[in-house]
């Protein structure tokens, strides 16, 4: 009963609106990146800096309908979107080359750190916090990919054989480590229920877009894209499979998980040679939704 009631307290009107404001962007750059690269550039340069402004509508729309609304809340949603799309406009002005320069990881440094503690969920009803995370995704794919054009950052939802062949390969690689060391730690627990290809299928797709995408876009496509260039791409993987164990401190616990932070770290090496073997986000996508499933169906 309380399922079906938070269901219902979701799924009004003004809540799937603003739902639909924040997932289209998402996938309109997901499934073509290209063509809203061009759409953007069309644009005079001070309307690609405002247009992601845009994003304090969704907050405006679900705020008002709770009575909730608050200026601080919208200008935040307004004017640091804005303010990311500036910063990555002038890296891409002064970083031609595209190393990576102080902007970039200022950026990367907020939206993780802001995301990972939740500073801006006080915003949102508690079982609508998850449009927090998406606003912000939303405002690091328009800086990143549209305004910054960062390159090797394969944020491309259109999946290749391939992209299933080497996520899935690297899932295998990694599963039997996982459960090992998870069962051995006690952070793992085994459920014999067989939950259904429909549970097993639902899990997987939700985790895949809202879960796995938006880490690996933020962690590999560009975090491990931009420390490549600058200390190498083994010493990247290893910087960046670490500072993904560690967004995981909080996870599960009061204080800090360091079972969480270690088997999330070796996660992350297996999801970071997925996207570098193509530079492809769907790639290591499918590795770290196929885990995440496995681990939430039958060991969670």
């Known amino acids: 009963m309380e399922e079906m009631s938070t269901a219902a307290t979701f799924f009004t009107l ?40 845009f994003l304090s509508i969704p907050y405006a729309i679900v705020a008002c309908a709770g009575g909730i609304f608050q200026w601080a809340w919208f200008a935040l949603y307004a004017g ?5 799309a500036a910063l990555l406009h002038q890296a891409a002005q002064v970083d031609t080359a595209q190393l990576g320069n102080w902007r970039d990881f200022l950026i990367l440094a907020v939206l993780g750190v802001a995301v990972d503690l939740r500073w801006f969920e006080g915003a949102w009803p508690a079982h609508l916090a998850v449009f927090n995370k998406i606003i912000l995704l939303n405002a690091g794919i328009y800086g990143f990919v549209l305004i910054r054009q960062l390159d090797g950052a394969g944020f491309d939802l259109r999946l ?89 401190f909080n996870k599960r616990a009061v204080h800090f998980n360091w079972r969480y932070v270690l ?11 997925a996207w ?17 499933s496995i681990w939430s169906l039958w060991f969670r």
């Open 14 to 53: 003004p809540n799937v609106i603003a739902a639909l404001l924040v997932l289209v962007p998402y996938l309109l750059v997901a499934f073509s990146p290209e063509g809203a690269v061009r759409s953007i550039h069309r644009l005079p340069q001070w309307a690609q800096l405002c247009m992601p402004a």
């Open 160 to 248: 290749r054989v391939a992209d299933l062949g080497i996520g899935l390969r690297e899932a295998a690689f990694y599963t039997p480590i996982a459960l090992a060391a998870g069962l051995w730690l006690g952070f793992l627990h085994i459920h014999r229920e067989w939950p259904g290809v429909a549970m097993i299928a639902g899990a997987w797709t939700f985790t895949f877009f809202f879960i796995a995408v938006p880490e690996e876009l933020f962690f590999r496509g560009w975090l491990q894209n931009l420390l490549e260039l600058r200390i190498g791409r083994t010493w990247a993987l290893f910087v960046t499979a670490s500072l993904f164990g560690l967004a995981h």
């Open 80 to 84: 640091l979107p804005i303010l990311i």
């Open 263 to 273: 088997l999330a770290a070796a996660a992350g090496i297996f999801y970071g040679r």
């Open 276 to 292: 570098r073997h193509n530079r492809r986000v769907g790639a290591s996508a499918v590795t770290h939704a196929t885990v995440d």
